[in-house]
């Protein structure tokens, strides 16, 4: 297989990634703000994501991922005072309706989902550890504040120019623009709005409530470690929310918090970005209304490079309807013939390579679709020629099956099979890990509960490859 490549924010190259384990990727993502339904701007990136965390298994690393559910921030407040309920009569129900529209959109369930307010004691923590090391004060206004002049790196990652840094001047909101690169609030002093919408917490500092910026660096480090592998979220995270993330985490623990910073573009919609304050947003439940299939979205999505803006429009969402609806035939046919050509192993040989390139290559999905369809065109004239050749039949759909189980652009109809596949899918990854560590009786025992469920499995240069053999 070739070596995988990921564009890494931090030094805006394109680098070769591995875990620094050696099998399992430590892996976080930066969830929804849970006060609202989450749009298709923010699915977007959750499904670049999805695309990142099956490449990853694909290639045989384990992946421990986090999503964190934020459930206190500005927003929740303010919608929680709007409707005079508490922050978590506010979140519940949208946490619920995130993870169906995640089901419905198909998006692998991450092995973590920490809500931020369980993690109080944490991120107090943390701040203290801020504090110890002279990179966190009191202010006057009862807040704690993080000393950006204090960390000399402070900017890295966007590249901030330092006569920008404002030394001294703050800002207490969870989000701000570059034009405000001050001291940012790690703890923030509780007002009579927040006590009645219950987001208080006593702390050293009085009563209050953490920053945004802060929850992410104390749910990732206490579930995955001071150090992680891979960080992502989409292209408006990077400042101020990574920028203060990386400060608040290198500067307690002296250590790179995450190796990689990876960050998918903006979902658009007449040319501007889908947000909520533009009042462009469309959302899971408008396309369910609207007859768009979780396979039709995916393969608008991935038909773009991540790291590329996207437009939304009723067209392209048609015209993805469409071609997914070929690969549905497709699969169909595939599981009826009988029998396929020489070319047709040929050409599925040609699939499997130049869809694993392309994904191996910054996640090259438009080139890996593409791949796949030019297959379709030629598997399709080839199965027309009623061949025999069983054995190409099988090369076929299982190279189908492989590019398919990343991309999972197959309409509605075979939930079972995809239950299977991704079962299948996360055993091979546990079985690649352990035999990366010479772990060979693990391995076995893998296959051996492979071979009960009537999978059999084959290694080959482009990867292992599986098939149900009853
Ligand atoms: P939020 O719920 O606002 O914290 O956002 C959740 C995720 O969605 C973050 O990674 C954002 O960067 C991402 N996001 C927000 N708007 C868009 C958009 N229009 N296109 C792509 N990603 C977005
Ligand atoms: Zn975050």
Request: aromatic letters at 8%.
């Amino acid at each position: 297989m070739p070596e995988f490549r990921l564009f890494n924010s931090l030094t805006r190259t394109i680098e070769p990634f591995a875990p620094a384990d050696g099998h399992t990727v430590r892996f976080y993502t930066c969830g929804p703000t849970v006060y609202n339904p989450a749009h298709l701007g923010n699915f977007r990136t959750f499904l670049f994501e999805d695309l990142l965390r099956r490449v990853l298994r694909m290639r045989g690393w384990g992946v421990e991922q986090v999503m964190n559910l934020t459930d206190v921030d500005d927003k929740i407040i303010k919608r929680a005072t709007e409707q005079k309920k508490t922050i978590r009569e506010v979140t519940d129900p949208v946490v619920e309706t995130f993870h169906e529209d995640r089901e419905y959109l198909r998006i692998q369930r991450a092995e973590h989902y920490p809500r931020a307010t369980d993690y109080i004691a944490e991120m107090i923590a943390l701040v203290q550890r801020l504090e110890e090391k002279g990179l966190a004060y009191k202010a006057d206004d009862g807040s704690v504040y993080f000393a950006i002049d204090k960390f000399p790196t402070y900017g890295k990652l966007s590249r901030l120019d330092t006569r920008e840094i404002k030394a001294g001047a703050r800002v207490a909101q969870d989000e701000y623009s570059k034009e405000n690169a001050q001291d940012f609030a790690l703890w923030k002093a509780a007002k009579p709005e927040d006590e009645a919408a219950e987001a208080v917490w006593d702390s050293p500092w009085g009563r209050g409530r953490p920053g945004w910026h802060l929850e992410c660096s104390a749910m990732a480090m206490k579930i995955l470690g001071e150090t992680i592998d891979l960080h992502a979220g989409g292209i408006d995270l990077i400042f101020p929310h990574h920028e203060d993330e990386i400060a608040q985490s290198e500067g307690a623990t002296g250590k790179t918090f995450a190796r990689f910073w990876s960050h998918g573009e903006f979902l658009l919609t007449d040319g501007s970005k889908m947000a909520k304050r533009v009042g462009n947003v469309s959302n899971v439940a408008d396309l369910r209304a609207n007859g768009v299939s979780a396979a039709a979205l995916r393969h608008f999505v991935f038909s773009t490079h991540y790291r590329k803006q996207l437009n939304l429009s009723g067209d392209a969402l048609e015209a993805s309807t469409e071609a997914v609806r070929r690969v549905g035939d497709f699969a169909d046919r595939l599981e009826r013939e009988q029998g396929g050509t020489p070319a047709l192993a040929e050409a599925a040989e040609g699939l499997l390579v130049e869809a694993m390139n392309a994904l191996a290559e910054d996640l090259n999905a438009p080139r890996a679709t593409g791949a796949l369809f030019e297959f379709i065109t030629t598997a399709n004239r080839e199965l027309d020629l009623h061949g025999h050749d069983v054995e190409a039949l099988v090369r076929a759909r299982e190279a189908f099956r492989q590019v398919n189980s990343v991309l999972d652009i197959v309409p509605e109809s075979g939930t079972e099979d995809r239950v299977l596949s991704e079962w299948v899918e996360g055993q091979l990854a546990a079985r690649a890990a352990a035999r990366q560590r010479r772990d060979f009786a693990a391995a076995d025992s893998v296959r051996k509960a492979l071979e009960e469920k009537g999978i059999a499995i084959e290694d080959s240069p482009t990867g292992t490859r599986w098939k149900k053999v009853h």
